[in-house]
């Protein structure tokens, strides 16, 4: 799907979230050129200024530039990070129809480039602004990604590593289903290392372990495991509280998406993919664990939940379902 001698991508929206996700992809040495799309252009050309004066400091070779939507046509990845904020007493259904126009004078234009390759949005609320994008542009539902709950995933192993005083990267677990407030953690399915939690929290309830008070592991129950769910679905809206905006994370979660197209790596990430069939679900985006690699996405996986957890991933879809119903776009 992309060119190994020229990986584009082309940013449309220079706010804060698109400009963390340009600049994790300098610093990472992500992408050959990146062109920044805007509908304030002077904002464009100042971000890629800003992010040109750098590459003496990196070990990028990137040409950045400022661009329009013509740029996309030879371009590998179209991320689009646009939209509109919700307005004091908007309901969430105006504020849906408001991105649906914005998203419709983004995708028409793209495509109309002849663009040819993936889409990567993670414009909230993403599992449907997803959907929109793959309705708005005919495209294959596999080359339309959504950062869905990658971040929330990195989020819950970040917990959980600190809670076991172990790396983050050796916590197997994932988040599922809306990015929002009906996301869940299967946690039959977690694991650190080959050990399933749960039976990790059963051994070390039974043991009596103590946290060590010198950064060893804390003492498990299943209490813990759900205090530490809470944390992580309520994670943006204590940012928020604090600075107004999450950035950075996503940032870094778009470029690690980025880096698996590119790097064809075959990667699972929980990204928003639309479930054709897996986990008794069709025609819906939502976060699940799928394969990534340069054709977007090459199978959603379909992990072995438990009735619980199978019951919360059908609310959370039909959640979305009823969302995007209300749009009437089809």
């Known amino acids: 799907m992309y060119q190994e001698e020229n990986r584009k991508v082309v940013l449309i929206g220079t706010g804060m979230v698109g400009m963390s996700y340009a600049y994790a992809l300098l610093n990472q040495n992500v992408c050959d050129e990146l062109v920044l799309v805007d509908i304030d252009r002077k904002r464009a050309m100042g971000e890629a200024m800003d992010l040109s004066h750098g590459l003496a400091f990196s070990g990028s070779n990137m040409k950045i530039h400022a661009g329009d939507y013509q740029d996309c046509a030879n371009a590998d990845i179209v991320c689009i990070c646009a939209g509109v904020a919700q307005k004091p007493g908007e309901s969430r259904t105006d ?33 449907i602004m997803t959907r929109i994008t793959c309705t708005l542009s005919g495209f294959n539902p596999r080359r339309v990604i959504g950062t ?45 290392a080959s050990c399933r ?108 939940l438990d009735g619980e957890e199978q019951k919360k991933l059908d609310e959370s879809c039909e959640k979305l379902k009823r969302y995007y119903d209300e749009l009437k776009l089809e």
Request: charged fraction near 20%; charge should be negative; glycine fraction near 10%.
């Open 148 to 192: 869905g709950t990658t971040l929330d995933t990195a989020r819950l192993r970040y917990l959980l590593g600190r809670h076991f005083a172990v790396d983050p990267r050796n916590m197997h677990a994932y988040v599922m289903g809306e990015h929002g407030d009906s996301e869940f953690v299967p946690w039959s399915l977690a694991m650190l």
């Open 197 to 304: 939690v749960l039976e990790l929290c059963g051994q070390q309830e039974t043991k009596g372990a103590e946290g060590t008070g010198d950064g060893g592991p804390l003492p498990c129950r299943p209490e813990d495991l759900f205090a530490i769910e809470d944390e992580v679905r309520n994670a943006a809206y204590q940012i928020i509280e604090a600075k107004n905006a999450t950035y950075y994370g996503i940032g870094m979660a778009m470029t690690r998406i980025t880096r698996a197209i590119f790097g064809n790596e075959n990667s699972v990430l929980t990204v928003s993919a639309m479930l054709r069939g897996e986990y008794g679900q069709n025609r819906v985006f939502t976060g699940v664990p799928a394969i990534i690699g340069s054709n977007g996405i090459a199978k959603v996986l379909e992990l072995p």
């Open 95 to 127: 504020l849906l129809l408001r991105n649906a126009q914005v998203f419709r004078s983004i995708v028409n234009p793209v495509t109309e480039s002849g663009f040819n390759g993936l889409f990567l949005v993670s414009t909230n609320p993403v599992d």
